[in-house]
């Protein structure tokens, strides 16, 4: 019963912002889109949390952009999934010195949110650690039938 009315609520609200998208003649989001959204966040955040290279890179568009958090050690934006690979296979390789088997990564995604507009999904989250507060943006584009990530923002803001 739970689950029907979860159900019930996520469809209602679904309807809701395709109604609202469709009224400023925007490309209309389906429901369809909305779960393959839904899909693609969670298949990134599983295959970075076990570090799944190929898959992971797969995720991105090849003119991905992106920002990294200061323990990336590069303040400047990273102008293609090339580059983007360059510098997660550093956070990859220290990844894998601190654990021995997967999840390598404890990445769990607090206060999601996911706006749609057409071919177009901009979703934010939070990560919590004892003395950060992580700051997300995936900008999410889709190519055919695959939502691929365009833009990565990560960001941090010290909690004390």
Known sequence: MIRFKSLL?????????????????????TTADS?????AIDNF???????QWKEFTQCFADDATAFF???????YRA???KEIENIFTKVFE???QKKTSPPYLDIQPKDLKIQMTGTVAIVTFLLEDPDLLGRRT????KEKTEWLIVHLHASGVPLN
């Open 45 to 51: 955040v599983k295959v970075f949390s076990n570090l």
């Open 94 to 96: 220290n990844a894998r």
């Open 9 to 29: 609520v996520f469809t209602f609200l679904v309807a809701c912002s395709v109604y609202a998208v469709a009224q400023q003649n925007v490309r209309r989001v």
């Open 69 to 75: 958090p200061p323990s990336a050690k590069f303040p």
């Open 138 to 141: 995936l900008i999410f584009r």
């Open 79 to 81: 102008n293609n999934k």
């Open 35 to 39: 779960i393959k959204v839904v899909a």
